[in-house]
């Protein structure tokens, strides 16, 4: 008997490697469109994150419990934080989305 497993998000799903305060390597990142979209993954205690153009942001949950969020363009953090709570999270997302870069064609598949 095949028995299915469900998938904990209706979102594309990428393996991300080598995240500061996690063990479990990879672990699932959810693709999203929007820093919205975003805020809904990170409650259900899931990892978030999308690439553009000009870098890739990165959120998750270490096994501490802390949030961290994490800007990447070629491999490099520009900017890597521990966030206090969700409100940091979403003043933080709300500051480096836009500089993913231009997003219209990566949104309209998902």
Known sequence: MVTKTRRPCSL????L???????????DGYLCKDP????RVLEK???ATQAGPDGAITIW????GK??????????????????????VDKWLR???PKLGALDAIASFL
């Open 95 to 97: 500051q480096w989305w």
């Open 45 to 47: 205690g899931l990892c």
């Open 61 to 64: 949950r270490d096994d501490a």
């Open 67 to 88: 949030l961290r969020c994490r800007f990447d363009r070629y491999k490099q953090a520009l900017s890597e934080i521990t966030a206090a709570d969700m409100t940091a």
């Open 17 to 27: 490697t080598d995240l500061p305060g996690l063990k479990q390597s990879p672990t």
């Open 36 to 39: 919205e979209q975003a805020m």
């Open 12 to 15: 594309p799903a990428l393996p």
